[in-house]
């Protein structure tokens, strides 16, 4: 058994030094680069934590989708040659829960704050997918 | 550090020679500093000294003559764009100087500096600029009819491209990507079926008129910088772009920049002279707009990965997601 803190105790500790310490001290170019970092700290944090508990339901949503099973990533394909051909669009039963829920799945670790995230939870009304 | 130090110490000694050459009462340069810039592009601010005192100055180049970028339209053209702007009344600083080889800069120029704020999350909310704020999406609009009215016979480099050669060429960037993304190829598809034909009227478009690249004061706008995306193509792509989300700053209600309402923008365009505004093509542009955004970000990924290992780069990469959220939002509605 590893000793503690805990990875993500140690990520927190090292975004907190580059806000609070770093960006206070430098210059104004290394200041930005500094929050950059301190952000990048914490999308990395989100995804320890969160982990990927949205992609078994991706991979069964794109099997309803597609009729039959596959990888994430081969399926995911498939369903970009679909709809780039017009073989299925967002009139498809299922297609656009199934864009929707996948591109939550990303911002919640990107970007929490982003406008057009929160915007789409507030409009769908969309549970963790 | 020491090649940094090394540079400025060049930079300083070129322009304490090019002083008189700037300003005719001018002996030196002081207080040079270098503001941002990546491995090719930089940008200075220094002090011009006259008789009458010190002139603040910026100083854009490429080291070694080269190119800005593979895409955009060269230094040299930039500050020809600037300075036709300036002369048609669009808000521009004035280009003192335009670089020489025998300069020993490298390609680029020198103009004024003018003061004021660039950081779109400060434009959208900061308080001594709720004033200008109000009447900025009308003027985005007055402005943007005045750069499609420059005379782009002038400019016989720029690239011409049609709505149908930019979903191309942005297409073929989306696919070196290594990743597939559904809502992509869905907007690639949706785009090309309603597809605005080749514009009649092809005008000098800006290309990056976004908030991010303005300079704003209490007074409005008082510089439109960035011009190295021009090109020559359909004028509505310049009124979608400065409303993609993710311009916003986090104003998603406020669809203009973060600032503004589409009517108003649309208002002071058609009022200073533009043609009047297909409500449907501005959307498509935006709807255009964000998606190579979306593709922009893609290319981070390899760029991270080779040449630019930055962890801002990684950070852009990772925005991609965002633009798939803002296309599914402009095909719901």
């Known amino acids: 058994m590893q000793d503690q803190p805990h990875p993500d105790e140690i990520l927190a500790a090292i975004a907190a030094f580059l806000r609070d310490t770093v960006m206070v001290k430098t210059d104004p170019h290394t200041a930005f680069q500094a929050r950059v970092a301190a952000n990048a700290v914490d999308l990395v944090r989100r995804q320890l934590e969160l982990g990927a508990p949205g992609e078994d339901a991706e991979l069964e949503r794109l099997q309803a989708l597609l009729g039959h099973s596959g990888t994430l990533t081969a399926l995911t394909a498939e369903l970009a040659d679909a709809l780039a051909s017009g073989a299925c669009g967002l009139a498809t039963p299922g297609m656009s829960a199934h864009l929707l829920a996948s591109a939550l799945e990303k911002l919640r670790v990107d970007q929490p704050n982003y406008s057009g995230y929160r915007a789409a939870l507030a409009t769908f009304d969309t549970k963790d997918a | ?333």
């Open chain 2, 1 to 333: 550090m020491n090649s940094a130090t090394e540079g400025e110490d060049a930079v300083r000694a070129a322009l304490a020679a090019l002083a008189p050459r700037i300003g005719s009462a001018a002996r030196n340069i002081s207080g040079l500093k270098r503001l941002s810039g990546g491995a090719t592009q930089e940008i200075w601010r220094f002090d011009l000294d006259t008789t009458e005192g010190c002139r603040p100055l910026i100083l854009r180049r490429a080291r070694g003559g080269s190119r800005s970028s593979v895409t955009g339209v060269g230094l040299d053209v930039e500050a020809q764009l600037i300075a036709a702007a300036r002369a048609t009344g669009v808000s521009a600083p004035e280009v003192l100087h335009v670089l020489a080889p025998e300069d020993g800069l490298g390609s680029g120029f020198i103009m004024e500096f003018v003061a004021g704020e660039t950081l779109g999350a400060r434009i959208v909310k900061e308080p001594t600029l709720a004033g200008a704020r109000e009447t900025l999406a009308y003027s985005c609009g007055q402005i943007l009819a005045r750069i499609h009215a420059m005379d782009a016979s002038r400019f016989p480099t720029l690239v011409r491209q049609t709505p149908n050669d930019l979903i191309g060429q942005w297409h073929a960037a989306y696919r070196r990507d290594i990743i597939r993304r559904p809502v992509f190829d869905l907007a690639f598809r949706d785009l090309s079926a309603n597809c605005p034909p080749a514009p009649k009227n092809a005008r000098l478009v800006h290309g990056d008129f976004r908030n991010g690249n303005l300079m704003i004061g209490p007074d409005g706008v008082r510089a439109v910088l960035d011009w190295e995306l021009a090109h020559i193509g359909d004028p509505m792509e310049d009124l979608g772009w400065l409303c993609v989300n993710s311009w916003r700053f986090g104003r998603i209600e406020k669809p203009v920049g973060g600032f503004g309402e589409y009517a108003d923008l649309y208002s002071g365009y058609e009022a200073a002279g533009g043609s009047p505004v297909n409500r449907a093509t501005a959307k498509w542009w935006e709807t255009f707009g964000t998606l190579r955004w979306g593709v922009m970000c893609t290319g981070s990924l390899a760029a991270f990965r080779g040449a630019d290992p930055s962890v801002e780069r990684a950070m852009i990469a990772r925005r991609t997601s965002e633009t798939e959220i803002d296309l599914l939002r402009l095909m719901a509605n």
